[in-house]
């Protein structure tokens, strides 16, 4: 026996992407239906930071809903950014010298944060534990097969929004995307310490062996860290050695961090996953379907970040879900109003970043780069745009 289920929009995928896209369609009285794979609270592998995009998608979305994100004693409020070169030269943005109404950055462990935003979503259904197995178009739009435990569940959608991931079932079987494109893709592995000195501070360590990615260590909420590293996938050296062994070698051997891990506690075993990257750009709309965060590799080119982006592009979906609705439009020529929305709201930050990453390919430039920034004048001068910029979103 099978359930059959019809809707207007199925989103697929319940991280901050589907999560956001179904709180903005709520809250314009748009029905919908939402699956996901897994039944929350569940764990998520992440660095666990949340930058101020995400602050500001929740205030678009209601005032309230952040006040309450930052009244949470699971959310931790970070002032403090540090980087250190691959000299091992440090420089630090402290925030509490910008007029700004709260911290441009929070750190929650991924099950809080996406089960905080599962439970302000009030007016959808929503099907934990269903995983998608196949999704074929149809006249009348898309007919997706799933299987809830044993029982299978057929569902018809006008459109499908694919926000399940960099492993996107609806990213393969629809827009025909391969899994990954390894030159613009972050392997990465974190784990959770307990630090001899606990952080206070969202720090980055371009170390050599990485560039142009990076170490990073976050303080979390419960006193512990998410330590963790992010390198691109073709680097050369990742051939010759594990990510694991990479981690481990660095936190015993370099200067800069074997200090910092003496006398520490791991809590938890190393684990890995894909950042789909932005430096290479995806259609993110086609026949009856939208590709939101990490499933349209909205993943930004030099910091990794993420969670802001994917909520950023929920938000970005409410438009053109409501136009679709309304005029009965759903093939590619209509819905790629969205991936040119996400590109134009996006395009100079992306654009910028991705030519910093490449600028971190070379030990002696990001040296070069972290000495000019700690000159006093250059310093004084990108903190005042700095703040400008951040005050903007807040």
């Known amino acids: 026996m099978s359930k059959r289920i019809k809707t207007d929009i199925c989103i697929i995928g319940t991280g901050p992407a589907g999560s956001t896209a179904s709180l903005f369609l709520s809250k314009n009285g748009i029905d919908h239906l939402i699956l996901d794979k897994e039944e929350f609270p569940r764990n998520k592998i992440c660095g666990d930071a949340l930058t101020i995009e995400v602050m500001a998608t929740l205030k678009r979305l209601n005032p309230d809903l952040l006040q309450s994100m930052i009244n949470n004693p699971e959310f931790l409020p970070v002032w403090k950014v540090e980087g250190s070169s691959p000299k091992g030269n440090k420089s630090e943005i402290n925030f509490n010298h910008f007029n700004l109404p709260y911290a441009p950055f929070y750190t929650s462990k991924r099950s809080v944060f996406d089960t905080f935003l599962i439970d302000s979503i009030k007016k959808c259904d929503f099907l934990g534990n269903t995983l998608v197995k196949k999704i074929n178009r149809k006249t009348e739009g898309v007919e997706i097969r799933a299987l809830k435990g044993d029982e299978e569940i057929i569902i018809n959608s006008k459109l499908v929004l694919g926000c399940d991931g960099s492993n996107s079932v609806v990213s393969r079987q629809l827009a025909n995307y391969p ?14 310490f307990k630090l001899k000195f606990p952080v206070e501070s969202l720090e980055f360590h371009f170390l050599k062996e990485l560039l142009p990615g990076y170490f990073w260590v976050f303080p979390m909420p419960d006193g ?120 134009q709201y996006f395009n100079i930050e992306w654009k910028f970043l991705y030519l910093l990453q490449k600028w971190h390919h070379n030990p002696f430039r990001v040296d070069l780069l972290n000495a000019v920034h700690g000159f006093p004048p250059i310093n004084r001068y990108l903190n005042r745009k700095l703040e400008k910029s951040i005050s903007q979103w807040m």
């Open 224 to 343: 512990s860290a998410n330590v963790g590293l992010g390198v691109m996938s073709n680097h050369i050296k990742i051939k010759e050695r594990k990510l694991l062994d990479l981690f481990n070698k660095l936190i015993n051997e370099d200067k800069s961090l074997k200090e910092k891990f003496a006398g520490s506690e791991q809590l938890e075993k190393l684990r890995g996953w894909d950042l789909p990257l932005n430096s290479k750009r995806k259609t993110l709309a086609g026949n009856n379907y939208l590709l939101l965060g990490d499933a349209g590799s909205m993943i930004e080119p030099f910091s990794g970040k993420g969670i802001g982006i994917a909520m950023v592009s929920g938000m970005l979906a409410l438009n053109i879900c409501q136009a679709a609705l309304e005029k009965n439009r759903f093939d590619e020529a209509f819905l790629m109003q969205y991936h040119h929305k996400v590109y």
């Open 179 to 192: 899994t990954k494109d390894r030159a613009h893709t972050y392997a990465s592995v974190r784990t959770y």
